[in-house]
């Protein structure tokens, strides 16, 4: 392990905070359409609602653990908590800046007014009262509470509320927002647009007859989602979080999100009703759930306000095959999204489910799409009789009750449906079909960075590859048998497969760098990953990089590793790209003496992808595919308009262009190296 991890290694939640400060700075960014910034602070606020949901959560139970293993293990979970509300409150406050001082005037400069109900005019107050008594009253649940007895308020996670002071300070109104029923902006026309909280503000002193009212504000409660400990720790720990879950009812809260203009004397009547420490109050703005601006009409329909929409490229092959079986044998296939549409995956499972030598078809499911053309496929090749097999993972956050719903579904119509077991996800992203062909079953295999999910696909970038390489279909068909119980260990020569191989291969690899580095072969490691955690990995490439070996990695989420530090990581040098669309694939590539090594698949750099998940990262065997990987990730290091550095300080730096460079903002770029890969 390494020797001082207290200065080696980064808290992987205070790095993550940098990654969505990344984000308000796409916000900021005035170089990005209105409305795309919009986008992103929906996705701020987005993230932030699931950090504190997860994260926060977790350090809340470990604080729960008798301080003298938290001690040995050197956990402080206060020390980071305080950090986090800390940097949380200046981010808050920047998002602010940026909602109220740039997007409300730049909407207003284009003719898109969100008014208050403040400002309403008669003509807007007659449609306000009119939508409210007819579509919104029905969903409020107003409450009185007396502070003066033993009272209870209970506030559903996620959930908008007001709080309602009064004249007499003995009772607090209490009642919902319901903008799940009835959407969060009402639009009054002459492009103007209001929150359903201002209406219903608007209404509150009828739903409070008999008191004089003086304040209203808003409320939101998060609370915690399930954690799933084993993804971080094990052993003793991982026992005594589980303890105490167990003494504690589900989703107790993690934050309390209230306006700012809120009294004091308010915010302590409330904390006590709902049991709440000062540590849990987090000020805000007038309005919370910013993440409802995913939806945030645009009455005029103005295409500058939006991101230019590019067609999807064609792909030169799959786009004009007929039998995809036919073209795949010949030579291996690559799709990149969502610069290529996932009908490829769909037609590929499509045609299976009707190709009358198609016998088997074994896919591993992350997240599915509620309804699409793949799962509807996979029911037909049910009702066509071919033997499938689906792996449902039941712990993919947030879409587990989705995840089992069709995991039933597959079930009723005769699949063999296979839920993930105790304590380990399934997070690889394969697919395996066997076609009977001649006297022999030939196995095509589907191996991707992304999930099977078609609306992930048009919003991530990732990568996959059909192949019927008999070395990779033969070592995948080992990992479907490991997930059906089969096989206990699969033998494999050129697939990582985590929790078998994968630790024990990279580790291989980065060593082998080392010693081509002190042998004064020249020696690089270059790798693309949505998060870098796994100590062990880390402290390997600290001595890569003390050995002189050039790493250059590209990380698009929060990294533990600290680069650029002399003696320590001074060869290691990391950016970060964040765009229109999230940067999801993972790619490695090892210089290995000049025999490069490319490899790309599911797994990140962190402990629970490497040790306790099922992960499959594939070798890219044929040589121009390789080398179109190769060139797709240059062209994202060469990035130097969205690319951040992550330096020793975490500042965020935008790469900056050199004279005589071309700009190179590398998602533009990619879809245009492969319209042209792919012209006809």
């Not at 950090?51 to 979970?77: D, G, H, N, W, Y």
């Not at 790619?587 to 003496?593: A, D, M, R």
């Not at 040589?623 to 060469?638: G, S, T, V, Y």
Request: proline content about 3%; some cysteine.
């Amino acid at each position: 392990m390494l020797s001082d991890p207290e200065t080696q290694l980064r808290h992987r939640d205070l790095n993550w905070l940098s990654f969505n400060e990344r984000v308000l700075q796409e916000a900021e960014d005035k170089n990005n359409p209105l409305y795309e910034r919009i986008k992103f602070l929906a996705i701020f606020s987005s993230n932030l609602d699931e950090f504190f949901r997860v994260r926060v959560s977790q350090l809340r139970q470990i604080k729960r653990v008798e301080k003298s293993i938290r001690k040995k293990l050197a956990l402080k979970p206060n020390k980071i908590t305080k950090q986090i509300l800390s940097e949380v409150k200046v981010h808050l406050n920047r998002f602010g800046n940026i909602y109220h001082e740039q997007i409300i005037p730049e909407l207003a400069e284009n003719g898109i007014y969100l008014v208050e109900s403040n400002d309403y005019s008669s003509k807007q107050k007659e449609f306000a009262a009119a939508l409210y008594k007819d579509n919104i009253a029905q969903y409020l649940k107003p409450q009185k509470i007396d502070l003066t007895q033993d009272s209870d308020l209970f506030l559903e996670n996620n959930i908008l509320y007001f709080a309602i002071t009064f004249k007499n300070s003995d009772h607090l109104g209490v009642v919902n927002i319901p903008a799940e029923e009835c959407g969060r902006f009402v639009e009054f026309g002459d492009n103007a647009i209001t929150y359903i909280d201002d209406i219903i503000r608007y209404e509150i002193p009828s739903l409070f007859l008999k008191e004089e009212i003086l304040g209203v504000y808003e409320i939101k409660m998060s609370r915690d989602a399930e954690l799933y400990i084993e993804d971080e720790f094990n052993g003793v720990l991982a026992e005594k979080i589980y303890a105490s879950l167990a003494q504690r009812t589900d989703g107790q809260p993690t934050r309390l999100l209230y306006d700012a203009k809120m009294p004091d004397d308010v915010q302590k009547n409330i904390r006590k009703l709902l049991n709440l420490g000062k540590i849990d109050m987090m000020p805000g703005g007038q309005y919370h759930n910013f993440s409802d601006f995913f939806s945030f009409p645009d009455p005029g329909k103005k295409e500058a306000l939006h991101p230019k929409a590019r067609p999807v490229i064609k792909h030169k092959i799959l786009e004009f095959a007929e039998n995809y079986f036919k073209v795949i044998s010949e030579k291996d296939q690559s799709v990149h999204f969502p610069y290529m549409s996932f009908d490829y995956v769909e037609n590929f499972v499509e045609q299976a489910a009707v190709d009358p030598d198609v016998e088997i078809i074994k896919i591993s499911l992350y997240r599915i799409a509620d309804e699409s053309k793949l799962t509807s496929s996979l029911l037909k090749a049910l009702k066509n009789g071919k033997k499938v097999t689906v792996f449902v993972e039941a712990k993919a956050r947030f879409d587990e009750e989705n995840n089992i719903v069709w995991g039933k579904k597959f079930e009723e119509k005769g699949a063999n449906v296979i839920y993930s077991y105790p304590k380990i996800k399934v997070h690889s992203k394969i697919m395996m079909v066997g076609r009977r062909e001649g006297e022999k079953l030939k196995k095509y295999a589907y191996i991707g960075s992304g999930n099977f999910n078609s609306k992930t696909a048009s919003l991530y970038c990732d990568h996959a590859i059909f192949t019927a390489n008999k070395y990779i279909t033969k070592e995948l068909a080992r990992v479907f048998k490991v997930l059906e119980g089969s096989l206990i260990i699969p033998r494999e020569k050129h697939l990582l497969i985590s929790p078998f191989s994968t630790r024990r291969r990279f580790t291989e690899m980065i060593m082998q760098e080392i010693e081509n580095a002190e042998n004064g072969i020249k020696a690089e490691i270059t790798a693309k990953m949505n998060s870098l955690e796994d100590p062990q990995i880390i402290e390997w490439l600290y001595k890569a990089s003390n050995a002189g070996v050039k790493i250059r990695l590209l990380i698009r989420g929060f990294t533990c590793l600290i680069p650029g530090v002399k003696g320590l990581s001074e060869n290691i040098y990391i950016t970060s790209i964040l765009d229109q669309f999230l940067e999801h694939g993972r790619i490695y590539v090892f210089e290995n003496g000049g025999d490069q090594q490319v490899f790309f698949g599911s797994a990140d750099w962190m402990t629970r992808n490497l040790d306790r998940r099922i992960e499959v990262i594939a070798p890219i065997l044929e040589e121009d595919i390789a080398q179109e990987f190769k060139d797709i990730f240059q062209i994202q290091l060469n990035d130097n308009v969205k690319a951040r550095i992550q330096d020793s300080e975490e500042t965020n730096t935008y790469v900056q262009k050199k004279e005589g460079d071309k700009e190179v903002r590398s998602q533009f770029e990619i879809y245009e190296y492969l319209k042209e890969k792919h012209s006809i």
